[in-house]
């Protein structure tokens, strides 16, 4: 007859599943779950929240093939499912992957060169890479996009507000090999470590990088709330790739998350004001702000206030100060004063005069005064960034339904997930944003054990195209499990025993055996495998929107490679911030070497992203973007072609295969493509690329206000000497070069 489990399915009264879920069992699951009944039942708690533990390095068959241990916890896997790895990929696709993966610019044709000829092996290669300034930028992108870093707030009128600072430290921390554990406390709590530094207070802008609303009509009380949330959201999604943010309203629909525990991990940042924001100002003030100088200006600052002190003493510079005020003030009321009152303003004028003069003699005031207009010259060059300071911590209570105007909650004190274990404060009752900070990364008593899985696998995204577990954002029960765990609980481990190593970590995998396997796989173990969750190759994929840029600019020799500082501007269409308000704005594009900045540095406005990086799926940043889209779209094409920025590309690229490609068609087609893509053409390219120049030749001869036309696009300078008619027909060239899938694709 039928067993208990399946009477109870059938159940009228209580069936299961209950009918408000809508769902239904069909026959094979009914069989499936009676028989893990009969077997016992037995059940392990979820894989996301066990911590992950060093695993034994399997045996494999293929004892030859493995370059580190990563490759014999996949070549296991493959030997399991009966596949072999793919081929190592050949030198110059292998030396290009590294270069973007690394620092995200393509490889010179000398650094191509000392690679293939095995002047430079993969190792001297990958530590070069690593120490590469760019190294922290490339990173840097991805930590970004996880943070929500943009320079405007976002909401209402989507006002420009200072943070590029932060981005800095970023990419300051990341080339320092900041230890993640640091990295994280800095970023969470910078304001609460002791003797904090400026560059950890400069940190702590994380916690400001939210979206913000400066309207008028604005309830305080409900942008509390909204501001708590969108923190305590951000902070589980990055370090605990986790989904608290959706027990705002009511507890976890799948995961063991209470609403309690939403609100008791928003209390950490209950000690954050958001309070005394500008209105509809460019850029926004919200305070605290503090102002940050580079190292040549604090040098000089240091400088300044030497040659200061050797004119006036620090006493003397505060009378000084005091008695000009006073003077100015006066000399503001004579302006103002009646007859009588003049004669006795003038007279406290004439002793504040008398006073001055006592400190020290005009030559010394003279020459103190121009030091100290110098000195406040450049202190005016410094760039405000928004920090945190600690102010007394608001109540924080569980807003039933997360109904803000509902005070019926009860009051919760700061604390991690109950189920998580408990969080003991370090000093005094109430827990703090650096005990947050320090449990996140706590190996033995918190979750560091699971925030360096969630990391690992991200990682491992970075650099195979899909995460071990594809779901990067949520480890949790709607999240997919990984398709190898063993290696992933390596991996973690691994990174946390080198004392949060980020470059060791990413060493490890980049000179991994898996990760030189060629892209190139089979119809079938793409229609087996096709998100390469088995590494049986490697992943082939569209560069980032930045990249994309960055690799235009690189080529053409445009390419600014400064680091830091504020935010480039480049080329928009005109008009497209006609619908942004309060107040309105006018895009005024950079008319400097800004133009040609890394993407990384490019103006990030929330409401109206780049259209550039919109059409390459850089994402908006209102929330944490773990994982970008790739999509393939004809606007992406269109913006390839014809946005200003690879226009002007590809003519300067022109210029150069002119000026540097020597004579023969032949030569510069190889110079092109030897920039482009690392190789020579083949015999069709070749072909292609003489028609396309024997055409637009014709054509720009015939129609020279058409190659006036394509040569106007850009600031870059052309060298007169050179024929219009010629440039303009190999910036066409160029211009299908820059184009290619190849040149926009890590392979």
Same mark, same amino acid.
């Given at each position: 007859?039928?067993?208990?489990?399946?009477?109870?399915?059938?159940?009228?009264?209580?069936?299961?599943?209950?009918?408000?879920?809508?769902?239904?069992?069909?026959?094979?699951?009914?069989?499936?779950?009676?028989?893990?009944?009969?077997?016992?039942?037995?059940?392990?708690?979820?894989?996301?929240?066990?911590?992950?533990?060093?695993?034994?390095?399997?045996?494999?068959?293929?004892?030859?093939?493995?370059?580190?241990?990563?490759?014999?916890?996949?070549?296991?896997?493959?030997?399991?499912?009966?596949?072999?790895?793919?081929?190592?990929?050949?030198?110059?696709?292998?030396?290009? #992957?590294?270069?973007?993966?690394?620092?995200?610019?393509?490889?010179?044709?000398?650094?191509?060169?000392?690679?293939?000829?095995?002047?430079?092996?993969?190792?001297?290669?990958?530590?070069?890479?690593?120490?590469?300034?760019?190294?922290?930028?490339?990173?840097?992108?991805?930590?970004?996009?996880?943070?929500?870093?943009?320079?405007?707030?976002?909401?209402?009128?989507?006002?420009?507000?200072?943070?590029?600072?932060?981005?800095?430290?970023?990419?300051?921390?990341?080339?320092?090999?900041?230890?993640?554990?640091?990295?994280?406390?800095?970023?969470?709590?910078?304001?609460?470590?002791?003797?904090?530094?400026?560059?950890?207070?400069?940190?702590?802008?994380?916690?400001?990088?939210?979206?913000?609303?400066?309207?008028?009509?604005?309830?305080?009380?409900?942008?509390?709330?909204?501001?708590?949330?969108?923190?305590? #959201?951000?902070?589980?999604?990055?370090?605990?790739?986790?989904?608290?943010?959706?027990?705002?309203?009511?507890?976890?629909?799948?995961?063991?998350?209470?609403?309690?525990?939403?609100?008791?991990?928003?209390?950490?940042?209950?000690?954050?004001?958001?309070?005394?924001?500008?209105?509809?100002?460019?850029?926004?003030?919200?305070?605290?702000?503090?102002?940050?100088?580079?190292?040549?200006?604090?040098?000089?600052?240091?400088?300044?206030?030497?040659?200061?002190?050797?004119?006036?003493?620090?006493?003397?510079?505060?009378?000084?100060?005091?008695?000009?005020?006073?003077?100015?003030?006066?000399?503001?009321?004579?302006?103002?004063?009646?007859?009588?009152?003049?004669?006795?303003?003038?007279?406290?004028?004439?002793?504040?005069?008398?006073?001055?003069?006592?400190?020290?003699?005009?030559?010394?005031?003279?020459?103190?005064?121009?030091?100290?207009?110098?000195? /406040?010259?450049?202190?005016?060059?410094?760039?405000?960034?928004?920090?945190?300071?600690?102010?007394?911590?608001?109540?924080?209570?569980?807003?039933?339904?997360?109904?803000?105007?509902?005070?019926?909650?009860?009051?919760?004190?700061?604390?991690?997930?109950?189920?998580?274990?408990?969080?003991?404060?370090?000093?005094?009752?109430? /827990?703090?944003?650096?005990?947050?900070?320090?449990?996140?990364?706590?190996?033995?008593?918190?979750?560091?054990?699971?925030?360096?899985?969630?990391?690992?696998?991200?990682?491992?995204?970075?650099?195979?195209?899909?995460?071990?577990?594809?779901?990067?954002?949520?480890?949790?029960?709607?999240?997919?499990?990984?398709?190898?765990?063993?290696?992933?609980?390596?991996?973690?481990?691994?990174?946390?025993?080198?004392?949060?190593?980020?470059?060791?970590?990413?060493?490890?995998?980049?000179?991994?055996?898996?990760?030189?396997?060629?892209?190139?796989?089979?119809?079938?173990?793409?229609?087996?495998?096709?998100?390469?969750?088995?590494?049986?190759?490697?992943?082939?994929?569209?560069?980032?929107?930045?990249?994309?840029?960055?690799? /235009?600019?690189?080529?053409?020799?445009?390419?600014?490679?400064?680091?830091?500082?504020?935010?480039?501007?480049?080329?928009?269409?005109?008009?497209?911030?006609?619908?942004?308000?309060?107040?309105?704005?006018?895009?005024?594009?950079?008319?400097?070497?800004?133009?040609?900045?890394?993407?990384?540095?490019?103006?990030?406005?929330?409401?109206?992203?780049?259209?550039?990086?919109?059409?390459?799926?850089?994402?908006?940043?209102?929330?944490?973007?773990?994982?970008?889209?790739?999509?393939?779209?004809?606007?992406?094409?269109?913006?390839?072609?014809?946005?200003?920025?690879?226009?002007?590309? /590809?003519?300067?690229?022109?210029?150069?295969?002119?000026?540097?490609?020597?004579?023969?068609?032949?030569?510069?087609?190889?110079?092109?493509?030897?920039?482009?893509?690392?190789?020579?053409?083949?015999?069709?390219?070749?072909?292609?690329?003489?028609?396309?120049?024997?055409?637009?030749?014709?054509?720009?001869?015939?129609?020279?206000?058409?190659?006036?036309?394509?040569?106007?696009?850009?600031?870059?300078?052309?060298?007169?000497?050179?024929?219009?008619?010629?440039?303009?027909?190999?910036?066409?060239?160029?211009?299908?070069?820059?184009?290619?899938?190849?040149?926009?694709?890590?392979?």
């Amino acid at each position: 007859g039928d067993g208990e489990f399946r009477l109870r399915s059938r159940d009228e009264e209580d069936p299961m599943p209950p009918e408000k879920s809508h769902k239904e069992l069909n026959q094979e699951e009914i069989a499936i779950l009676e028989r893990w009944i009969a077997e016992g039942a037995e059940y392990s708690e979820p894989w996301a929240y066990v911590r992950p533990k060093k695993r034994e390095v399997p045996k494999v068959k293929d004892t030859a093939w493995s370059e580190n241990w990563i490759d014999r916890f996949v070549l296991a896997r493959l030997e399991s499912e009966g596949l072999q790895p793919a081929p190592d990929a050949d030198p110059v696709t292998l030396i290009r #992957r590294l270069h973007f993966d690394l620092t995200g610019l393509p490889p010179t044709p000398e650094e191509r060169d000392a690679f293939v000829s095995r002047e430079r092996n993969l190792d001297e290669i990958v530590n070069a890479l690593l120490e590469s300034p760019h190294f922290g930028e490339r990173l840097a992108m991805y930590w970004l996009d996880l943070v929500r870093y943009a320079d405007t707030v976002g909401y209402h009128g989507d006002q420009d507000h200072n943070i590029s600072p932060y981005r800095d430290w970023v990419i300051a921390a990341l080339n320092t090999n900041l230890p993640f554990d640091q990295f994280t406390r800095e970023q969470l709590a910078g304001d609460l470590l002791p003797n904090s530094t400026t560059a950890q207070k400069v940190a702590s802008g994380y916690n400001r990088l939210l979206q913000t609303t400066h309207e008028g009509g604005l309830q305080l009380k409900e942008y509390d709330a909204i501001y708590a949330a969108e923190r305590e #959201r951000n902070v589980s999604a990055v370090w605990m790739g986790a989904t608290v943010g959706c027990a705002q309203c009511h507890d976890h629909k799948y995961d063991p998350y209470t609403i309690k525990d939403h609100y008791a991990m928003a209390a950490f940042f209950a000690d954050i004001a958001d309070r005394d924001f500008t209105g509809n100002t460019l850029p926004a003030q919200r305070p605290p702000e503090i102002r940050i100088f580079t190292p040549e200006q604090e040098a000089e600052l240091a400088l300044l206030d030497r040659e200061l002190k050797k004119r006036l003493k620090p006493d003397a510079q505060a009378q000084l100060s005091k008695l000009e005020g006073r003077r100015q003030k006066l000399a503001s009321d004579i302006k103002k004063a009646q007859d009588k009152k003049k004669a006795e303003l003038k007279s406290k004028l004439s002793e504040a005069d008398q006073e001055i003069a006592e400190i020290a003699p005009k030559p010394t005031l003279k020459a103190f005064r121009k030091l100290r207009k110098q000195r /406040a010259d450049l202190e005016k060059l410094g760039r405000l960034t928004m920090i945190t300071v600690a102010q007394e911590p608001r109540k924080m209570r569980v807003l039933p339904r997360g109904n803000w105007q509902d005070d019926s909650g009860e009051i919760v004190l700061p604390a991690v997930p109950r189920f998580l274990g408990e969080l003991k404060p370090g000093n005094g009752e109430r /827990a703090t944003r650096l005990d947050l900070a320090n449990w996140l990364t706590d190996v033995e008593n918190g979750a560091g054990g699971l925030t360096a899985r969630v990391f690992a696998n991200r990682f491992w995204y970075l650099y195979f195209g899909t995460g071990i577990s594809r779901s990067l954002s949520d480890f949790g029960g709607q999240g997919e499990p990984p398709a190898n765990l063993e290696l992933l609980d390596e991996l973690a481990v691994s990174f946390t025993d080198s004392g949060w190593d980020l470059k060791a970590l990413v060493r490890l995998i980049v000179t991994s055996r898996a990760y030189r396997q060629s892209s190139t796989a089979s119809p079938e173990l793409f229609e087996r495998d096709p998100h390469n969750q088995l590494v049986a190759r490697q992943s082939r994929f569209r560069l980032p929107a930045e990249l994309i840029r960055d690799n /235009a600019l690189a080529i053409s020799g445009l390419l600014v490679r400064e680091s830091g500082g504020t935010s480039a501007k480049p080329y928009q269409p005109t008009g497209y911030y006609r619908h942004l308000n309060f107040p309105k704005r006018v895009y005024k594009p950079h008319a400097n070497n800004h133009q040609w900045r890394r993407g990384l540095y490019v103006h990030w406005q929330r409401m109206f992203l780049h259209p550039m990086l919109k059409a390459m799926d850089a994402p908006s940043r209102e929330e944490c973007a773990a994982e970008r889209p790739r999509s393939n779209t004809p606007n992406a094409a269109l913006v390839l072609l014809n946005d200003p920025t690879f226009l002007e590309a /590809a003519r300067v690229f022109a210029v150069r295969i002119l000026l540097e490609g020597g004579d023969s068609l032949d030569s510069r087609l190889d110079f092109a493509y030897h920039l482009v893509l690392s190789r020579p053409p083949d015999a069709e390219e070749r072909s292609v690329l003489i028609s396309l120049l024997k055409t637009t030749q014709s054509e720009y001869a015939k129609n020279s206000a058409a190659a006036d036309a394509l040569l106007k696009n850009g600031l870059a300078p052309t060298p007169p000497e050179l024929d219009k008619v010629e440039l303009a027909s190999w910036a066409a060239v160029s211009r299908a070069l820059l184009n290619l899938n190849e040149t926009v694709t890590r392979n």
